[in-house]
């Protein structure tokens, strides 16, 4: 659906511009995080900016807007606002005039992609560069709040996951050894989310801490707006699997066959992953596993066993109320690692044998991969013994105020006289009271800070780069710049908690 550009606002924006004072000529705003409402954890990876100034800020306007005959973005324009606001009420010269210009005015800077930001920094800055288009900085605010808010918020979601996985990957497997960790988390996002765009985004800010995904169009997303070529690096991956359709035409009488047709026939090498739960779960674990064990152990590769349903730390850790000596009271691993046994790592844990893994997407919660890996390590077995499906459960259960973010003006210039303007009601709680000024971040002793009320000679200095002027994107990232950055501040969380 492409949309004209002018009409992705609100209503009320449309005419801002006459409440302006007589003499307005300039707005700076800013976007910010406000405030985290999730427990333990503050601070989230900023994310998404290129995407919304590549597709939005120049394809969109370009050819939504600037490319299309004046006559007819104008009366569009128009029409709408009539037949909302009454005939006349919203004057069009301006949109004329900023088609007549050819280019939208404005620049926008923003923090690195990939920034690990704390409450009330601004990862974005936009102001006008034409004193007749002031108006355009926050007509624009509708538009960027509802683009970037999900990219940051998901790709922060994923290096929380990243993070344990890290942690358990060094207390249970080695110091050194936790590459694996890059296929712990898989995105299965994509169908539970709230339309193509929203999967896409957020599946994108999932492959800024992890690999593994089934979300197609992530890489495609990654290709097109950062730079990424899966010719020459590896943007994200994923592995055959099966669905319950594949395994009820098998039909049930006839499981353990359709399980021996695909790991011998379809799939005699390489990773494949096998639904397991269509039916009976712990019979496939107890009756069909012995008896494919030979078959399993001759393949070069690894049979990964997906359970679907249920309870996921009992049916991989085991459940304590089920039958002592149970297949439920020992758990999936712990069953299979009596089955096909395995090796134990630099810190001592039991690892399964390399031809068999598990997998498990249904309903996994950061809450619930803690659970998982704290219960596995309990028992005495390894973090990388299984591997966790993020879906939209997890994706798809947050909001714009999960970390508040806000687009809030901070400056503004009327009749060549520069105002630091701000907000800070009294009814609130100080989460909605807003810098003031024109801004610049830095970096002091490893965390960034804020510096308002700046002159034009400091809000040019700090970490806050140009990444769009005057029509045109300037100083792009790549997926692997961003990655680089998310390693780095992965060994940071390594340091602090070694």
């Known amino acids: 659906m492409r949309i004209n550009p002018l009409m992705l ?65 104008v009366a569009d324009y128009k029409r709408r606002m009539d037949n909302a606001l009454g005939k006349d009420s919203i004057p069009v010269e301006h949109i004329a005039e900023l088609h007549d210009l050819g280019y939208l005015p404005l620049v926008v800077k923003g923090l690195p992609e990939g920034t690990i930001v704390s409450p009330k920094i601004p990862v974005v800055t936009v102001y006008n560069t034409h004193p007749k288009f002031f108006w355009l900085t926050n007509y624009l605010e509708s538009l960027m709040s509802a683009i970037l808010w999900k990219p940051s918020t998901s790709a922060t979601t994923a290096f929380q996951y990243r993070k344990t996985f890290d942690a358990y ?11 694996f960790v890059y296929w712990q988390g898989h995105d299965f996002s994509f169908r539970g989310m ?44 994923s592995v055959p699997a099966t669905e319950h359709s ?77 039958t002592p000596g149970s297949p439920e009271y020992k758990g999936a ?30 309903s996994i919660t950061l809450q619930r991969q803690k659970a998982i890996l704290e219960g596995l390590k309990e028992k005495g077995f390894a973090s990388f013994n299984v591997v966790l499906g993020i879906g939209s459960y997890t994706y798809e259960y947050v909001t714009r105020d999960t970390y508040g973010f ?37 970096r002091s002793e490893g965390k960034l800070i804020l510096k308002d009320e700046c002159s034009w000679g400091e809000e040019k200095q700090g970490l806050l780069q140009t990444v769009f002027e005057n029509g045109k994107v300037v100083n792009e990232q790549s997926l692997a710049e961003i990655r680089e950055r998310i390693v780095k501040e992965l060994e940071k969380e390594t340091l602090v908690n070694s």
């Open 194 to 237: 709230s339309g193509i765009e929203d999967a896409c985004i957020s599946a994108a800010g999932h492959l800024l801490s992890f690999y593994g995904t089934d979300s197609v169009p992530a890489i495609d997303f990654h290709e097109l707006y950062y730079n990424a070529d899966s010719d020459k690096e590896l943007v994200g991956g």
């Open 333 to 362: 691993i712990e069953c299979m690692w009596d089955i096909f046994g395995g090796t134990m790592t630099d810190k001592g844990y039991k690892l399964l044998d390399s031809h068999i893994g598990l997998i498990y997407g249904d």
């Open 9 to 73: 606002i609100d209503f009320y924006k449309a005419d801002h511009r006459r409440q302006y004072p007589e003499g307005t000529e300039l707005v700076y705003s800013n976007f910010t995080p406000r405030k985290s409402r999730l427990e333990g954890n503050e601070n989230l990876v900023f994310f998404g900016l290129q995407y919304f100034i590549k597709e939005y800020l120049v394809k969109q306007w370009n050819e939504g807007f600037f490319k299309m005959p004046k006559e007819k973005v």
């Open 169 to 179: 990957a060094r207390a249970t497997v080695s110091d050194a050894n936790t590459d």
């Open 246 to 322: 594949v395994m009820c035409m098998g039909t049930k009488d006839n499981e353990i066959g359709t399980f021996e047709r695909l790991i011998t026939e379809l799939y005699p090498k390489g990773i494949v992953s096998i639904v397991s739960d269509t039916w009976d779960f712990w019979k496939v674990i107890t009756e069909f596993l012995p008896k494919l064990k030979s078959n399993i152990l001759a393949r070069d590769g690894k049979v990964v066993i997906r359970p679907d349903s249920g309870d996921p730390v009992k049916i991989i850790v085991g459940d304590k109320d089920a």
């Open 406 to 442: 806000a687009m809030k003006a901070t400056y503004g210039e009327v009749n060549g006289e520069g105002r630091n303007i701000f907000k800070d009601p009294k009814t609130d709680d100080g989460t909605k009271k807003s810098a003031k000024g024109l801004l610049a971040v830095h």
